[in-house]
T-cell receptor
Framework: DGGITQSPKYLFRKEGQNVTLSCEQNLNHDAMYWYRQDPGQGLRLIYYSQIVNDFQKGDIAEGYSVSREKKESFPLTVTSAQKNPTAFYLC????????????FGQGTRLTVV | SQKIEQNSEALNIQEGKTATLTCNYTNYSPAYLQWYRQDPGRGPVFLLLIRENEKEKRKERLKVTFDTTLKQSLFHITASQPADSATYLCALVFTGGGNKLTFGTGTQLKVEL
């Protein structure tokens, strides 16, 4: 079954702790993305990667870090430097060409208390 | 930076009518424009893609228009059904922006019986 998987679906953390969100795809896609969505708002790009071992900052990268050591995996770490980390996080992948669609995971809802 | 605007107010229409959603952008011209559907608590799902040199694209009950002079895309759902109720997001890939996919804020559509 091909697709993109995010885990866990719900995540709770204490303030000041780093937390890593998982994103795995078996679609053989080159490009992967991380977005953040706040209630009633659209998606804001955190980081994206067009190829293994390379990634670029999106519009709101501060307080986040990523790695792309394998084509299938693009984990996102929410660090303690992120001022307002509670949000819905979405991972996506695409073939990597400009004219192709993105496939999204089911999202991870992170709550920091 | 690019700015993508969608009507933030929810759109309520009666079943059977045509729903029309608007996506406006500023600054740079996009190479491609995409529309996605998002249900509550889920990741967006791709619907349609239109290129900068295309005026109109259709898929079943869906129609997208793209006016690069007005910097606007319209998304139409004909013969709307309650099952069409969701949030609809437009997303743009801008020329010179690599494969970075930038989303609008989304418009919530509610189709009533």
């Amino acid at each position: 079954d091909g697709g993109i998987t995010q885990s866990p679906k719900y995540l709770f953390r204490k303030e000041g702790q780093n937390v890593t969100l998982s994103c795995e795809q078996n679609l053989n896609h080159d490009a992967m993305y991380w977005y953040r969505q706040d209630p009633g708002q659209g998606l804001r790009l955190i980081y994206y990667s067009q190829i293994v071992n390379d990634f670029q900052k999106g519009d709101i990268a501060e307080g986040y870090s990523v790695s792309r050591e394998k084509k299938e995996s693009f984990p996102l770490t929410v660090t303690s430097a992120q001022k307002n980390p509670t949000a819905f996080y979405l991972c996506a992948s695409s073939i990597g060409q400009m004219n192709t669609e993105a496939f999204f995971g089911q999202g991870t809802r992170l709550t920091v208390v | 930076s690019q700015k993508i605007e969608q009507n933030s107010e929810a759109l309520n229409i009666q079943e059977g009518k045509t729903a029309t959603l608007t996506c406006n952008y500023t600054n740079y011209s996009p190479a491609y424009l995409q529309w996605y559907r998002q249900d509550p608590g889920r990741g967006p799902v791709f619907l349609l893609l239109i290129r900068e040199n295309e005026k109109e694209k259709r898929k079943e009950r869906l129609k997208v228009t793209f006016d690069t002079t007005l910097k606007q895309s319209l998304f139409h759902i004909t013969a709307s059904q309650p099952a069409d109720s969701a949030t609809y997001l437009c997303a743009l890939v801008f020329t010179g922006g690599g494969n970075k996919l930038t989303f609008g804020t989304g418009t919530q559509l509610k189709v009533e019986l």
